[in-house]
């Protein structure tokens, strides 16, 4: 297995976990990191205060390296990965928004950057930027999603052919298939999402959790496509956008009707119908939970056996 | 190389050219299979005489096995197909509508029959159709695409776990890293169409050729998602479709506005604002033209040396 991964990001196997909303806590980020990967406590929806809570917590739960995902489009961005930095902790992961002053500040507190991208101008900016690893995540991924809607398959070669840095691929891997087509297509890891937001130490909703384990292949799609794209779960509220969206709803109009605090509610409450339950395309192969360890093991020995049938 | 592909369809290597209409004729089909893959002959706009005319064109081009590709909506499949087994051809490509009785008609007659599905429940409903292979499409390739956009890294696997039949993994596979990695999901083989538009035997106008070798990673859409979904080059026709899509219009006032002979207004005269030119979103990674054969050789040398990294 070709990969700078590890040695850069000081882990053991090139397995990285994405951020997720209200999911990535200190617990999960810690089994992750425990189990070889790169956990990451997402920041999404914390005040500093409870990244500075979680950090510290991750910190008693493990010994290993673990990062933290920061979205740049926070207006306090900066702040936060100052709170991340003087933390210790030494890994940032960023992703929407411009990489070029947050990797900056970032390198100058001594943190690694690993930058999340949806096309190939994008993976150059990152590359300027001077991220050290560049995640190229496609179109079946859940949650927050490209413009351009390019799928793994296509974006991965075409992101490696464009910069030096490692290239992770994200979107559509959840087990040790998909881990080696990525590698095939050039990348020199994964991240992966839903598989770990389904696993028995992710705080998500017990509901959530079963929605996932229960979706087929159809289970997912795209809501907010014209002005923010996000796969969820196909439930009454994804329908409800889509309908809104179809009959021509203007994005003020839409928003206001989604409201605030839906991702929470689908992931700290359950709420099945009100809920926004990000998910990616893959969920219809996610059978059942497994331990953070359990993933990252099957993925680190599939890996041999798969590459061994080509 | 693990595949039951070439040995059912009567073929040397496991790449299968697609069907795409006013491109697939019988110069680009003989092309594909003197090079040792599956040139087919793409039925869409053909009319059942030009149909049998190319087919008797093909086999004073080839020896080799070559198939035909009949879109099962069109009202007269049944009597294409009559004409192609009649033709003696011995593999039979559908795509869209329902397998079942299809199937059973071009097996009477003795053909091998390839259906390309877009979601598991398609290929459960194949397979149940009894036929030879399915072709798994993702959501990055050209032209008329599923509703439910899956993409090819989430589908292949899915797909090969729910049949027992060989599975052929399309779409955003252009190079030997696609065709790695689509063995690592479990295809058994590969079907490419943008591919080979961009190749010296492929009849497309020289204008559209340059179009798909210049395009980026960003260079396709899909129009119609609503009623039907195309993947194309984002130029002026595409760009008026999107908008009249966004500002809510009737799926009739869309058709009325685009109009007929879109395809053929790309295909044949290359005309660059009013034409429909179905590309894949691989058209980043297709930097030049080249021979059907040495696209097919690439390929398979180079499979081995992607598959010898892993």
Redesign the interface.
Known sequence: ??TRVPEILGIEYPILQGGMIWVTDAGLAAAVSEGGGLGMIGAGGMAPEMLTEEITRAKSLTDKTFGVNIPLQRPDAGDMIEVAARSGVPILSTSAGNPLSFTALAKEQGMKVVHVVS???MAEKAQEAGVDVIVAE???AGGHNGF????????V??VV?AVEVPVVAA???A?A??M???????AEGVQMGTRFLASLESPAHDRYKELVVKA???GTV?TGR?FGPVRVIKNTLAEKILQAE???WSTEQIMEMIGPGRTMKAAMEGDMDEGSFMC???C??IGELKSSAEIIQEMMEGYKE??A??
């Open positions: 297995m070709k096309n190939v101008r496609g179109y079946e351009d809607e390019l799928t793994t398959m296509a974006l070669p075409q052919d979107g559509g891997i087990d298939r998909g080696v087509a990525a590698f095939a297509l050039g087929n292949d159809r795209i014209a179809s009959e021509g990616g395309q893959i219809g192969m798969v590459a049938t080509l």
